[in-house]
């Protein structure tokens, strides 16, 4: 009996031992897992066609939330200063790849207005030098350091420039003047070797109004200092009589002016569209060209018409150009351009010819008129907002001048060249 007893014992305990795995199965108590999936013994069979796509795509939301770049750094990506959004908002705003890196700035990108004019890496084009600063040959010469205010650079409707200036000039050798009267013998008196007017001073003023920003009426007038004296060895025929030697000569009293009116106009207007197709010297100037009538008004006396002569004169040693001359046509042009922020450069030009008209005067004859002028100006010009319209202006400038009125009964000449350095202001208001 004890054996047989023992050996049902053993029966039960594997009995119990084979039933444990069964009562556990699909729990992790007493296990290190979930029990295997289970695996059949032959794979099910495939779809006879694949299941058809959507018609259309899933609408995207209505609006994004807000991006910013800045200098966060983003836990889940490599590149430091982009927060990066979830992966269902990221939609491509430009294919194109980026050519410069993020701005360092916290900006906020809005997907409903942006637009491509506003992108971070659009490069800025340049500009030929000394073209204004707005658009390269595009633009008119209204973009200077003036930024508020009038300027003699930058004129406006009803602006009133007020220009004045002084000029210090040496005359040349063969400035000359002859009087001859009738058929009597006249002698070509040098200024600075026989008058001694070797300098001259030439004062200046220009008003000019503008109607607009292109054209404008201006007032000219400049008037002629002659001054220097010189004792004479020899005698000088003059005006039908001559001159006594060793007497000091010279231009006292002589009144020498002139008054000219004129319309300006500013031509940058019509070409400025096209000036990137010009050489690049020729580029960014401002030119503005003037027409207009010129009045020279000459009494030019020897001694205030009162010399030494030798013998008798019936006249004095004057001539009166001025009653027998004309207001001539005088045309200029006027160019101007950057070369720093505050300081641009000047060229000025003007001239004016006439020959042989006449005067409808006449003395023993009809009188012919016959005049040329020319001159030229460069400066350099300070402009600044500090200064409230006042341009102050230092240069050179040439002048070239002749006054001949001949006819049978009477001949006045006078010729004269000049050169030097001036100073000037303008004053806009």
């Given at each position: ?13 594997l ?9 556990f ?27 058809a ?51 360092s ?12 004019s ?123 009589a ?12 002589t ?56 013998g008798?004169?019936?006249?004095e ?5 001025h ?6 046509p ?11 922020r505050?300081?641009a ?55 070239y001048?002749k ?23 303008n004053?806009?208001?």
């Amino acid at each position: 009996m004890r054996l047989n007893h023992r050996w049902l014992w053993l029966a039960m305990t594997l009995l119990v031992l084979a039933s444990v795995p069964n009562a556990f199965a699909g729990s992790s108590f007493g296990t290190d897992g979930p029990a295997p999936p289970f695996i059949p013994s032959t794979p099910p069979p495939l779809p006879s066609s694949p299941p058809a796509l959507p018609s259309s795509p899933a609408p995207l939301p209505s609006s994004l939330p807000p991006q910013t770049f800045g200098t966060t750094a983003n836990s889940h990506s490599e590149t430091p200063g982009v927060t990066s959004l979830p992966q269902t908002y990221i939609v491509p705003a430009n294919p194109q790849p980026a050519t410069s890196a993020v701005t360092s700035q916290t900006q906020t990108f809005d997907s409903n207005s942006y637009s491509q004019s506003r992108s971070f890496n659009a490069p800025e084009q340049p500009q030929p030098y000394g073209t204004p600063r707005t658009r390269a040959g595009a633009e008119t010469w209204g973009v200077s350091s003036q930024s508020h205010g009038y300027s003699l650079l930058t004129p406006q409707p009803h602006q009133l420039d007020i220009e004045a200036n002084d000029t210090y000039q040496f005359i040349t050798s063969n400035s000359i003047v002859k009087r001859r009267v009738d058929s009597e013998r006249a002698a070509y008196i040098h200024l600075p070797g026989d008058l001694g007017n070797s300098t001259m001073q030439l004062p200046e003023v220009q008003i000019t109004y503008w109607f607009d920003s292109d054209s404008a009426a201006q007032l000219q007038s400049r008037y002629f200092v002659l001054s220097g004296d010189h004792n004479v060895s020899y005698p000088l025929g003059f005006g039908g009589a001559t001159l006594a030697p060793g007497q000091v000569l010279s231009t006292k009293g002589t009144r020498w002016f002139t008054v000219g009116g004129f319309y300006v106009r500013r031509l940058t207007p019509l070409y400025e569209d096209s000036q990137v197709e010009l050489p690049r010297w020729l580029q960014g100037w401002d030119v503005r060209g003037k027409v207009g009538l010129e009045f020279s008004y000459v009494d030019f006396r020897i001694n205030d018409g009162s010399p030494a002569f030798t013998g008798v004169s019936l006249f004095e040693a004057r001539m009166r150009f001025h009653d027998k001359g004309l207001p001539i046509p005088t045309v200029g042009v006027e160019a101007r351009k950057w070369l720093a922020r505050k300081v641009a450069l000047e060229i000025t030009a003007q001239g004016n010819w006439i020959n042989k008209i006449n005067s409808g005067r006449t003395e023993n004859g009809t009188v012919y008129d016959s005049q040329a002028g020319f001159e030229t100006h460069w400066r350099l010009i300070y402009d600044t907002p500090e200064l409230r319209g006042l341009s102050p202006y230092g240069g050179i400038n040439y002048y070239y001048y002749k006054y001949d009125q001949s006819g049978a009964g009477v001949e006045n000449l006078i010729r004269t060249q000049m050169f030097g350095p001036e100073l000037g202001f303008n004053y806009s208001l």
